[in-house]
T-cell receptor
Framework: DAGVIQSPRHEVTEMGQEVTLRCKPI?????LFWYRQTMMRGLELLIY????????DSGMPEDRFSAKMPNASFSTLKIQPSEPRDSAVYFC??????????????FGQGTRLTVV | QKEVEQNSGPLSVPEGAIASLNCTYS??????FFWYRQYSGKSPELIMS????GDKEDGRFTAQLNKASQYVSLLIRDSQPSDSATYLCAFKKYSSASKIIFGSGTRLSIRP
């Protein structure tokens, strides 16, 4: 399996522009997570999906952030308009389901976003 | 109170010694615990998972879980320079079985 695939790997954009990050989870995994990592705040969970349905978006920082999962093999995280404080590494991760909950998250390579 | 607390380090350990990393969590109902390693500029990768009280060993790594005291630790024996990385502990919240929460990580440096 190719693992979790994220694109782009790097994104530099100007303040006020729209940014879309993309993720393809591991086939067969029915949980998908979006995390943001910064030096100050560590690895924060933004939102997660189960079977394409958003379950918990309490970590989404503002209305400028939105996430979708139109099908089992694709998800997007959109920031509009972007601000310099959104600069961070954004990770997508996926996980299979388990009745015992004993399954870990597998991470993509991340997207390094810089908003200037 | 943060859901997961880790000492940010850096923790400096001589090569060949034992590195000890600790993590405390606030949700008493948490059931699944994980240790991830993250090299600079890379994504986190799982190195250990533990679900029951006690010790779990895998090669040079030992994870320890104490649910009564709400802490989990990771021991790395015979530390190698390649172990230099940030170590993240994580847990699944019982109330939301698949929500995985991470600590901010401990930076470990193995000095020759």
């Amino acid at each position: 399996d190719a693992g979790v695939i994220q694109s782009p790997r790097h994104e530099v954009t100007e303040m006020g522009q729209e940014v879309t990050l993309r993720c393809k989870p591991i086939s067969g995994h029915d949980y998908l997570f979006w995390y943001r990592q910064t030096m100050m705040r560590g690895l924060e969970l933004l939102i997660y999906f189960n079977n394409n349905v958003p379950i918990d978006d309490s970590g989404m920082p503002e209305d400028r952030f939105s996430a979708k999962m139109p099908n089992a093999s694709f998800s997007t995280l959109k920031i509009q308009p972007s601000e310099p404080r959104d600069s961070a590494v954004y990770f997508c991760a996926s996980s299979p389901s388990s009745g015992t909950g004993r399954t870990e998250a597998f991470f993509g390579q991340g997207t390094r976003l810089t908003v200037v | 109170q943060k859901e997961v607390e880790q000492n940010s380090g850096p923790l400096s350990v001589p090569e060949g010694a034992i590195a000890s990393l600790n993590c405390t969590y606030s949700d008493r109902g948490s059931q699944s615990f994980f240790w991830y390693r993250q090299y600079s500029g890379k994504s986190p990768e799982l190195i250990m998972s533990i679900y029951s009280n006690g010790d779990k060993e895998d090669g040079r790594f030992t994870a320890q879980l104490n649910k009564a005291s709400q802490y989990v630790s990771l021991l790395i024996r015979d530390s190698q320079p390649s172990d230099s990385a940030t170590y993240l502990c994580a847990f699944k919240k019982y109330s939301s079985a698949s929500k995985i929460i991470f600590g901010s990580g401990t930076r470990l440096s193995i000095r020759p």
